[in-house]
């Protein structure tokens, strides 16, 4: 059979034409996820406001605080995720507005985390101590410090960014990753160092809080039961949120013995990374709930109809 130029120029069209649809699919998957998750997280925040017997509990006040930051983290990345396939390169500064916060939003998750599980620990272990520990005044002084701690981790980024790379780099196109534009062996450093210690204290409180719990729980106390699976599913959000700190490491792993299909692994990793975690906080935190679920549900369906709720 003879090969002419023709046929591969049809080849070549059709070879386009799978990798457009692929793309469009891919990209459209990311964006219906994304908008689904963040209507729940809408309709999650509406109800907190809505209500002030949720503004006066540290724990839906923790738990809002989670519910908005994965409102924020999955705009960024989804924007970044299309960026990459839209444009491929953007420019080094548009891209530091993107991925900062994105940064911050990502380590914020695991130590919102742990503050929720002390705040499941002081309730269950030291019941008749919890009002004078655990206040609102104080619930929001520990929301500033989740922040701060997370800004103390990216902001050296930037200095060293800006310290170490002339002038031009910053009016350069790069594929917008963190590895792309903080680039320097100390960023790369520091940030292992960061993440290990995250890791490492919210693991220790966890692990701390669910002893303790389960020793409560062996008395057949129902609360302690459920504050012991609450921790159960705060573990594994942490493990799902790990997978970020070694997606680079994984990526090339699998890049190296599957090259044919780089775009699939960046996508399903994508999905594992920055999607599964976004999903799981609404099911775990809001609809396990009782009291929460009772007001969500006015909300979740209501379209173009504000129900008539007494104040609480």
Same mark, same amino acid.
């Given at each position: 059979?003879? #090969?002419?130029? $023709?046929?591969?120029? $049809?080849?070549?069209?059709? @070879? +386009?034409?799978?990798?457009?649809?692929?793309?469009?699919?891919?990209?459209? %998957?990311?964006?219906? =996820?994304?908008?689904?998750?963040?209507?729940?997280?809408? %309709?999650?925040?509406?109800?907190? @406001?809505? +209500?002030?017997?949720?503004?006066?509990?540290?724990?839906?006040? =923790?738990?809002? +605080? =989670?519910?908005?930051?994965?409102m924020i983290q999955l705009t960024t990345s989804i924007s970044l995720f299309i960026f990459a396939y839209a444009f491929n390169t953007i420019y080094v500064s548009l891209c530091c507005l993107l991925i900062l916060p994105a940064i911050l939003t990502t380590l914020n998750t695991p130590l919102n985390l742990a503050f929720m599980a002390a705040e499941c620990y002081i309730a269950v272990c030291i019941p008749l101590r919890y009002n004078n520990i655990c206040t609102v005044k104080r619930t929001y002084i520990v929301i500033g410090i989740i922040w701060t701690m997370s800004s103390l981790s990216v902001l050296p980024d930037v200095f060293i960014l800006l310290a170490t790379e002339p002038l031009e780099f910053l009016n350069s196109r790069v594929y917008c990753s963190r590895d792309s534009v903080f680039r320097s062996p100390y960023t790369v450093k520091k940030r292992d160092v960061s993440h290990i210690l995250f890791l490492v204290v919210v693991w220790l409180t966890?692990?701390?809080?669910?002893?303790?719990?389960?020793?409560?729980? /062996?008395?057949? @106390?129902?609360?302690?039961? /459920?504050?012991?699976?609450?921790?159960?599913?705060?573990?594994?959000?942490?493990?799902?949120?790990?997978t970020s700190y070694v997606r680079p490491m =994984?990526?090339?792993?699998?890049?190296?013995? #599957?090259?044919?299909? $780089?775009?699939?692994?960046?996508? $399903?990793?994508?999905?594992? @990374?920055?999607?599964?975690?976004?999903?799981?906080?609404?099911?775990?935190?809001?609809?396990?709930? /009782?009291?929460?679920? /009772?007001?969500f549900k006015r909300y979740l369906c209501t379209v173009n109809r504000h129900p008539k709720t007494t104040p609480t």
């Open positions: 059979m003879n #090969f002419t130029p $023709v046929d591969g120029n $049809v080849t070549e069209a059709v @070879n +386009h034409l799978d990798m457009l649809i692929t793309a469009l699919s891919r990209n459209l %998957t990311v964006v219906i =996820l994304g908008i689904t998750i963040n209507y729940i997280n809408a %309709t999650m925040v509406h109800t907190f @406001n809505t +209500h002030h017997i949720f503004k006066s509990n540290p724990r839906y006040i =923790l738990f809002i +605080h =989670l519910v908005f930051n994965d966890l692990f701390y809080s669910y002893l303790r719990i389960l020793f409560v729980a /062996k008395a057949a @106390n129902a609360d302690a039961k /459920k504050a012991r699976n609450t921790i159960l599913l705060h573990g594994f959000q942490v493990l799902l949120c790990m =994984l990526s090339q792993v699998l890049t190296y013995l #599957f090259p044919a299909v $780089v775009r699939s692994i960046y996508f $399903v990793m994508f999905i594992i @990374n920055q999607i599964l975690p976004r999903f799981v906080s609404p099911i775990v935190y809001g609809l396990r709930d /009782k009291t929460f679920r /009772k007001y």
